[in-house]
C-alpha cells in the first residue's frame, strides 16, 4: 500500500532533510549520556519537529514508545498515552506487574481480565491519579520502555502533561523523554530544569534551495526562485514542500540553463498559505481518493479502511485504492494498523472544506463506528459535529464526569461549557448542567460572557419548577464574572423560588451574606448569613465544610470579630474533592479579607494553605488568584523585590476578571506612587473599580486618587475625590474598608480648614471599627488621631499619636506606612524645637523608604536633612539592578511590533513568547514612556526615535 520514502507516484521526491545538522549533533549527544534525558523540540507546525525526531532515532538502540497528540478540540484524559501502550503490549499476561497496576483496569478495560484485582477506591482525585501514574510507570518499565517520543504535545490533556511531570521527577527514574510542541505552546508543559530545548527555526535560502533541489532530482533551483520561496513561506518546510507540490502540479516549473525555475516568476503568485496548496492538490485526486481523505479529516486519528469504508460509503475495493492513492502523494501515512494525515495543518485543511451536511452525515458515521467501543469524549466530539443533540449531551456529560473523576476539570468545564451553550437545553437541564461548572477552572472573561448570555436565555423559556434553580446558576456566574450588583439581584429573586431546595437556599443567602456590589448596610447582610445558619447540616462534612468557608468569610468581611472564633472550627485537612475545592477556595478569601484586618501572618499561612490544597487539581484561576494576593500581602509588608514585575503581570493576565485583575494593576500605581513615577493608569484603575463598585477596592483607589492632588496643595480637590467612596462608608457601615481611605480624607479635611469635621470623621471610624482583633484599624485610627492634633496645633499629642500609629503599622508589618508616618513625627518634633530627635527620626524613615526603593518619599526627606546639615548619600534607585526607567531589550521588541500595529497575541507569536508574557512586558513599557493605552504608541516611539 506504501511507495518507499525516496519515491512518490507523483513524480516529486520526497525533501531531504536540510539544515538541521547542529540540532541533530545536539540532540544525538543529549541521547548518548548514560543518564536520563529530558529533551524538548519546539517550533511552530510544519517546521519539521516530526522529521527531526525520525532522523534522531534512526541511530537510538532504545527501546522506544511513540505517542503522538490528536488536535481534539476537547482533548481525551490520557488518551494517546494509553492507546499508544495498547499497541505496544501483544500479551500483557506475559508481564510481570505488581498489585498497584490493577488501577489500570480503568483505562484498559480490555485487559481487565488479565490484570491484578483493583484497589481499593480514594475519594479523593489527585490521589487516585497519583496512583494511576505510578501504575503507567510501572507498566512502562515493565515493557522495556527507555526513551518516550511525545510528538505535538501542545494537543495534550491536562492529564497526560502532569504525567509527564511525573515520568520525568520520579525517584529512580531511568525514562528518557524526548518531546515536540509547538512554541506559544511550551510554558505549559511544565519541563523540569535541565531539559536539553532546541527550537527550530525556519530554512535559509540557500537550504530552502537545497530542500527544493532534493525533492526536484537534485539539479539545482535558481538563486531567484529559492529567495522567492524563502520570502513567501519563512522557510516553513511543510509550506515549502506543499508549494513545491502544487507547482508542479500546476505545470509552473520548468527546467531551463540547468537549474529549476518557476515559468512566470512575476505572474503567478504561490499562495500564501499552505492550506491552499493542499486543496489544489487534493482537486487533482479522483474521487475514491478525496472520500478516503475528507473521512480521515473527520475521523480525527488513525483509522483502518474498513472505518473509513464505514464513514465514506465507498466498497472496500475503491476504499484499499483511495488510501494507496492518499499515501503515494504523501498526504496520508500508516500508523499502526490505521492510516492518518502525515500533518495537522494539512488534515485540517481538508477538513474545513468539506461541505457542511457532508461533515455531518461523515462525524455521524464515524461516531456509530465508534459507539461500540464506548468512548465517550470521541463520541461527543463526533455527535456534537453531527448535531445529533440527544447523543451528543449525553456523552459530552459521561466524558465530563469521566474527566472530573480523574482530576482533570479543565477538560469537564470544556464539555460542560459546551453543553450550556450549545446543547439546546431546557432550563432544568440548564440548571443541572451549570451547576457541575467547577468556576476554579474557568478563565477568560468571554467565556463568562457567554455563559451569562446563556443563562439569561434560559431563563426567559424556563418552567417555573425550574427558575429558582436556574436564577441561582446565573447568579453563581455573574459573581464569579465580577459582577456581584446582577448577582445580588439575580440571588434576592431566587429565594423564594428555592423554598423546597434546602441547600440551594443556604448557599443563595451566603451569597447574598457577602457584602460586595450592593449598597445596603452591614445590619441586611448579616441577616442573611443568620438566616443561612439555620439551614445548615453541619453533619454533613461537605455541606458543614462549604457553609463554615462562606459563612466566615462573610462574617470577617463585614468586620464581624466572631468569624475568627468560627476560623478555628475549619478543617485544614480533607480527603472528599469537593471539601479541597472549597478549602482552598476559601482560604484565598479569607486571606482576602485577612488583608483588610491587617492580620498579614494569617493571610500567609492562609495563601500557602490555599496552594496546598489547590496543588495538582490544574486550577489556572486558582494559582493565578493566590499570586494576586500574594502581591497584595507583598505590598503591604514590604517586600517589594520584583514585586512591579509580578504585579504588572498579573495586571494584564486576561485570564483573570476584570474585577480581580484591578487589584494587581492597584499594586502597580502604588508601586509607582512610592518612586515618584507618574500614575499614568490611574484613570483605568478607578474606572474598573467603580464598575464594579461597591467593594473593599472602592475606598481604596479613591486614597490613592487623593494622595497625588493633597501633595500639590490641593486638598479641596482631594476631598471632593474621597466624597463618593466615604459615603459608601458610611451607608454600609463598612470601616474596615476605611483604613486607607481615611487618613487620607482626614488630612484633606483638615487641610481645607474643616477641622471639626475631620475630628468627628475620626471618632466615627474609630467607634465603627472592629475591635480588639483588628490590626491595622488601630494603627490607621492613631495616624488619624496625629493629623487632627498636628492641625490643631497640639504637636505634643500629634508627636505622641505619631509614634503609636508608627509601632502600629510597623508591628503588621506595614514598614512603608510605619515609615511615613515616622516621618511625620520627625516633622513635629522639627516644629517644636526637638532637633535631634527630629533628625534621627527622619534619618531613620529616610534609611527604611530609600531601601523600600521609596524614592519619592526619600527625596522629599533628603531635603529637609541636607537643610539641617544631616548628609545621606544618594542610594541607587529600584532594589536589585536592571533597566530602571529605561526599556529593557525585551520591552524594546515588544513596543516596535505593537508600534507596527500588531496584537498581543500576533507579538507573541513573533517572538516566541507567551501571551502573558508579551502583556507583562506592553505594561512595563506602557509605565516607562508615561503612556496609558497601546495606541499612543506609534507616536511616542517615533518622537523617541525607537523605530
Request: charged share 25%; aromatic share 4%; glycine share 8%.
Amino acid at each position: 500500500m506504501r511507495t518507499s520514502d525516496s519515491e512518490s507516484t507523483s513524480g516529486i521526491l520526497a525533501p531531504r532533510f536540510v539544515g538541521r545538522d547542529r540540532e541533530l549533533a545536539v540532540l544525538r549527544d543529549a541521547l548518548d549520556r548514560p543518564d536520563p534525558v529530558v529533551l524538548l523540540i519546539e517550533g511552530e507546525a510544519g517546521i519539521g519537529k516530526t522529521r527531526l525526531v525520525q532522523e534522531v532515532l534512526r541511530d537510538v538502540e532504545r527501546t522506544t514508545l511513540l505517542v503522538t497528540c490528536p488536535p481534539y478540540s476537547q482533548p481525551f484524559t490520557l488518551a494517546a498515552v494509553v492507546d499508544a501502550l495498547r499497541a505496544a503490549v501483544d500479551d500483557v499476561r506475559l508481564l510481570s506487574l505488581s498489585p498497584l497496576t490493577g488501577a489500570l483496569r480503568s483505562v484498559f478495560p480490555e485487559w481487565i481480565g488479565h490484570l491484578p484485582p483493583s484497589p481499593e477506591p480514594l475519594d479523593d482525585p489527585a490521589a487516585a491519579r497519583h496512583r494511576l501514574f505510578r501504575a503507567l510507570g510501572e507498566l512502562i518499565d515493565a515493557l522495556g520502555i527507555s526513551l518516550l517520543v511525545v510528538e505535538d504535545a501542545q494537543w495534550a490533556d491536562p492529564a497526560s502533561v502532569d504525567l509527564l511531570l511525573y515520568l520525568q521527577t520520579r525517584p529512580a527514574a531511568a525514562l528518557s523523554l524526548v518531546i515536540t510542541c509547538r512554541t506559544p505552546d511550551v510554558p505549559r508543559l511544565r519541563i523540569v530544569p535541565g531539559a536539553v530545548r532546541v527550537r527550530l527555526d525556519g530554512l535559509s535560502v540557500g537550504e530552502t534551495a537545497t530542500l527544493v533541489s532534493s525533492m526536484l532530482a537534485e539539479p539545482p533551483v535558481s538563486k531567484a526562485f529559492a529567495g522567492f520561496l524563502r520570502t513567501r513561506t519563512d522557510g516553513v518546510p511543510l509550506a515549502l514542500e506543499e508549494t513545491v507540490r502544487l507547482l508542479h502540479a500546476r505545470a509552473d516549473l520548468t527546467h531551463r540553463d540547468g537549474a529549476w525555475v518557476r515559468r512566470h516568476l512575476d505572474q503567478i503568485t504561490v499562495p500564501a498559505r499552505i492550506r491552499d496548496g493542499v486543496l489544489e492538490r487534493l482537486a487533482h485526486l479522483d474521487r475514491p481518493t478525496q472520500a478516503v481523505l475528507r473521512a480521515a479529516a473527520v475521523a480525527g486519528e488513525p483509522v483502518d479502511v474498513d472505518g473509513l469504508v464505514a464513514i465514506t460509503g465507498l466498497a472496500q475495493g475503491p476504499a484499499y485504492d483511495g488510501v494507496s492513492a492518499a499515501l503515494a502523494v504523501q498526504l496520508l501515512e500508516e500508523r499502526g494498523t490505521g492510516v492518518a494525515f502525515r500533518h495537522a495543518l494539512v488534515r485540517q485543511a481538508v477538513y474545513d472544506e468539506i461541505p457542511a451536511h457532508e461533515r455531518r452525515a461523515a462525524h455521524r458515521a464515524a461516531g456509530e463506528l465508534l459507539e461500540q467501543r464506548g468512548r465517550a469524549a470521541q463520541l461527543a466530539e463526533h455527535f456534537k459535529a453531527a448535531r445529533e443533540l440527544p447523543r451528543w449531551r449525553r456523552y459530552a456529560e459521561q466524558a465530563a464526569d469521566a474527566a472530573l473523576a480523574a482530576g482533570d476539570e479543565t477538560t469537564s468545564v470544556g464539555y460542560l461549557f459546551d453543553l450550556a451553550l450549545e446543547a439546546e437545553l431546557d432550563g432544568a437541564e440548564l440548571a443541572r448542567i451549570a451547576a457541575k461548572i467547577t468556576y476554579s477552572a474557568v478563565v477568560g472573561e468571554q467565556r463568562y460572557d457567554a455563559l451569562i448570555r446563556a443563562l439569561r436565555a434560559g431563563l426567559d423559556e424556563c418552567a417555573d419548577e425550574a427558575r429558582g434553580a436556574l436564577r441561582f446558576q446565573l447568579a453563581r456566574a455573574l459573581s464569579n464574572s465580577g459582577d456581584f450588583a446582577g448577582s445580588r439581584r439575580e440571588l434576592e429573586l431566587a429565594v423564594p423560588d428555592l423554598v423546597q431546595d434546602r441547600t440551594t437556599s443556604m448557599r443563595a443567602m451566603l451569597m447574598l451574606g457577602v457584602p460586595h456590589g450592593t449598597s445596603w448596610p452591614a445590619s441586611r447582610h448579616l441577616g442573611w448569613l443568620r438566616r443561612a445558619r439555620e439551614l445548615v447540616r453541619l453533619d454533613d462534612p461537605v455541606e458543614g465544610t462549604r457553609f463554615l468557608v462562606d459563612h466566615t468569610v462573610g462574617l470577617l468581611g463585614l468586620g464581624e470579630p466572631s468569624g475568627w472564633d468560627q476560623l478555628d472550627q475549619l478543617p485544614n485537612e480533607a480527603t472528599d474533592p469537593r471539601q479541597r475545592d472549597d478549602l482552598a477556595r476559601g482560604n484565598i478569601n479569607l486571606s482576602d479579607v485577612a488583608l483588610l484586618w491587617g492580620r498579614y501572618a494569617e493571610a500567609r499561612t492562609m495563601l500557602d494553605r490555599a496552594a496546598a490544597l489547590a496543588e495538582g487539581r490544574g486550577y489556572v484561576r486558582m494559582t493565578d488568584l493566590i499570586a494576586l494576593n500574594q502581591a497584595r500581602l507583598d505590598w503591604h509588608t514590604g517586600a517589594w523585590d520584583g514585586l512591579a514585575e509580578r504585579a504588572a503581570e498579573l495586571a494584564g493576565n486576561e485570564d483573570i476578571p476584570a474585577n480581580t485583575r484591578v487589584e494587581a494593576l492597584l499594586v502597580v500605581l502604588w508601586l509607582d506612587h512610592a518612586a515618584g513615577r507618574e500614575l499614568t493608569r490611574l484613570d483605568e484603575a478607578v474606572q474598573g473599580v467603580w464598575e464594579f463598585a461597591p467593594t473593599s477596592l472602592t475606598a481604596e483607589v479613591a486614597a490613592l486618587a487623593a494622595i497625588g492632588p493633597l501633595a500639590d496643595g490641593r486638598p479641596d480637590e482631594a476631598v471632593v475625590i474621597t466624597d463618593p467612596a466615604m459615603e459608601i462608608i458610611h451607608t454600609k457601615q463598612s470601616w474596615l474598608w476605611a483604613n486607607e481611605l481615611v487618613p487620607v480624607r482626614v488630612a484633606a479635611l483638615a487641610a481645607v480648614g474643616r477641622l471639626d469635621d475631620a475630628a468627628e470623621l475620626t471618632a466615627a471610624f474609630e467607634r465603627g471599627v472592629p475591635s480588639g482583633r483588628s490590626l491595622s484599624s488601630p494603627a490607621a485610627v492613631a495616624t488619624c488621631t496625629a493629623l487632627v492634633a498636628a492641625a490643631a496645633g497640639d504637636s505634643g499629642r500629634a508627636r505622641t499619636a505619631y509614634r503609636e500609629a508608627a509601632r502600629a503599622w510597623a508591628q503588621l508589618p506595614r514598614p512603608y506606612a510605619a515609615l511615613l508616618v515616622q516621618e511625620q513625627a520627625g516633622r513635629c518634633d522639627l516644629g517644636a524645637g526637638r532637633t535631634a530627635d527630629g533628625l534621627a527620626s527622619l534619618t531613620a524613615a529616610f534609611d527604611g523608604l530609600a531601601a523600600l526603593g521609596a524614592r519619592s518619599d526619600a527625596t522629599r526627606i533628603l531635603q529637609v536633612l541636607t537643610e539641617h546639615g544631616v548628609k545621606r548619600s544618594r542610594p541607587w534607585w529600584g532594589g536589585r539592578k536592571g533597566y530602571g526607567d529605561q526599556l529593557s531589550p525585551r520591552e524594546l521588541e515588544v513596543v516596535r511590533l505593537v508600534a507596527e500595529g500588531r496584537s498581543n497575541r500576533e507579538v507573541a507569536e513573533a517572538l516566541f513568547r507567551s501571551p502573558h508574557t508579551v502583556s507583562s512586558q506592553l505594561s512595563s513599557a506602557l509605565r516607562k514612556l508615561g503612556l496609558s493605552s497601546r495606541h499612543e504608541i506609534p507616536a511616542a516611539a517615533r518622537e523617541a526615535g525607537l523605530l
